[in-house]
């Protein structure tokens, strides 16, 4: 849930006093929290909201927007990939190979990729061949692991940092970092509100279900309540995805991570220069190449093109099937990596290295044998990015998103509503009373400030709004103390 203010109704009966909040509650000082936190994160959160949306729905998109680049009508047998990859040189002989993409279904073309200083970080430019023909369908240039398109690359450097470059990326890690915290808070005082309404009339409390007999601001704030229970799942969620991708908040989960051995297994692309004593292909670690060192031979990389049809047999019959990346490496010290790629439906990313020499395999990661964390981070990123379940997941994305924005506007509404009507034309909305920490269990007071503290330190930019919120309100406080005087 998003923003201010969980106020009760309108009583169906003159306010008894056990619709108040009681002594020692933690309801004035979270609400107090959600009506600023709403206020002036949202719109960061409205920001996040439109792009990532956007880009939930960017992997179908694009398949219409560069058809002409994805697929073809041509038949008949794929040529050698030896081939395939060649063709693409012919289109971009300034440049050096760096991996491929076989088509994986009929009608579709192969991807091959060059690495081009020209481009920015984790950009490559893919030239697309017929696997049939061999005949280049064009250029463009792709991003990350995920191959995305140029549409798509926009779209999520706009949701990243509004193509600023890294200061932007603060605008998205605030989001984040208040996201779970609005979420979780406005939940606990709908709830709160639900068992208080409950108690004075069972027939009027509503937590899962519109309240459609209310009018006015009361119907605003079903809802804007209504609605945030059924979303605060998915927001938490996005939030904590998200924030792996930060740049203070995902240093500290990379670290824990690695602390607790929860990291993703990296698969290794050495080749051993011991004589080769395995020959054959297998699905184990012995076997490595033989007198294998680092050459700056031009014609190495035109060699180990031709070995891609080998490794590419070889990853098949070691199960590593579908759609898949294969690296080409630039040397003779290094080995070809062939690895499944994000797709829908697809649960499991296995890797494998093999000597494109002599076809042996050199090194096997199976999602398998990942830690659950590093198997759950994997799922959690395809997820969030809209991949795991194709185009439903797109849909649910796009709709969590559409919610997100109601309520939002919906929690504008309410505050907009509780402006005074009287005095002057600048007046906003009121804050709920202060004096909440005082309504506060000490014990409670010491170990939420303890809380407060380890969250902020390892969520940095919450803490230091959180900081910054506290004394904006003692500034707005001391004012009004003044202005009375």
């Not at 693409?88 to 091959?112: I, K, M, S």
């Amino acid at each position: 849930m998003s923003i201010p203010e969980l106020e009760r109704d309108k009583p169906v009966a003159p306010a008894p006093s056990s619709s108040a909040s009681p002594p020692r509650s933690l309801r004035p000082l979270i609400l107090r929290l959600h009506f600023y936190a709403g206020i002036l994160v949202a719109p960061f959160l409205v920001i996040a909201a439109v792009s990532g949306g956007l880009y939930a729905l960017a992997p179908s998109v694009e398949q219409l927007v560069y058809r002409d680049y994805l697929h073809v009508d041509s038949t008949g047998p794929d040529l050698p990939m030896s081939e395939q990859v060649r063709a693409a040189q012919q289109v971009r002989p300034d440049l050096a190979v760096a991996a491929v993409r076989p088509a994986t279904e009929p009608g579709e073309t192969t991807q091959v990729m060059f690495t081009d200083p020209g481009l920015g970080e984790s950009e490559r430019l893919a030239v697309f061949v017929d696997p049939a023909t061999a005949q280049s369908k064009g250029e463009l240039v792709v991003y990350g692991s995920s191959g995305a398109l140029p549409m798509r690359t926009w779209i999520s450097q706009l949701h990243r940092h509004l193509h600023l470059g890294e200061p932007g990326r603060i605008y998205s890690e605030l989001a984040a970092s208040w996201l779970w915290v609005i979420a979780l808070g406005g939940v606990y005082l709908w709830v709160q509100r639900y068992r208080t309404t409950r108690a004075r009339n069972a027939d009027a409390a509503r937590l899962w279900t519109l309240d459609r007999s209310s009018r006015g601001r009361n119907r605003t704030l079903s809802w804007h309540g209504v609605v945030g229970v059924w979303i605060a799942v998915g927001l938490v969620f996005l939030s904590a995805t998200g924030l792996t991708w930060s740049r203070y908040a995902g240093e500290n989960v990379g670290e824990l991570r690695t602390a607790l051995s929860w990291t993703t297994p990296k698969i290794d692309k050495k080749l051993d220069s011991a004589p080769n004593t395995g020959g054959a292909a297998s699905g184990g670690h012995d076997g490595h190449g033989a007198g294998h060192t680092p050459a700056s031979d031009p014609g190495i990389l035109d060699t180990n093109v031709g070995e891609l049809d080998t490794v590419l047999d070889v990853a098949r019959r070691s199960g590593v099937t579908g759609a898949v990346e294969a690296t080409v490496p630039a040397d003779t010290g290094t080995a070809f990596t062939v690895t499944q790629t994000r797709e829908p439906w697809q649960f499991s990313n296995d890797s494998i290295a093999v000597d494109g020499a002599t076809g042996t395999v050199t090194d096997v990661s199976r999602f398998a044998d990942w830690p659950l964390a590093a198997k759950l981070t994997s799922w959690g990123i395809a997820l969030h990015m809209g991949l795991l379940f194709g185009l439903l997941n797109q849909l649910i994305l796009a709709a969590l998103a559409v919610a997100l924005l109601a309520v939002i506007v919906r929690g504008y509404v309410l505050w907009w509503r509780r402006r005074p009507t009287r005095g002057t034309a600048r007046a906003v909305g009121r804050p709920p009373a202060r004096g909440t920490w005082r309504r506060i269990h000490p014990v409670a007071a010491v170990t939420g400030v303890a809380c407060v503290v380890l969250v902020g330190w390892f969520v940095p930019l919450l803490g230091l709004s959180l900081v910054a919120f506290l004394l904006v309100d003692v500034a707005v406080g001391a004012l009004g103390r003044t202005r009375a005087g």
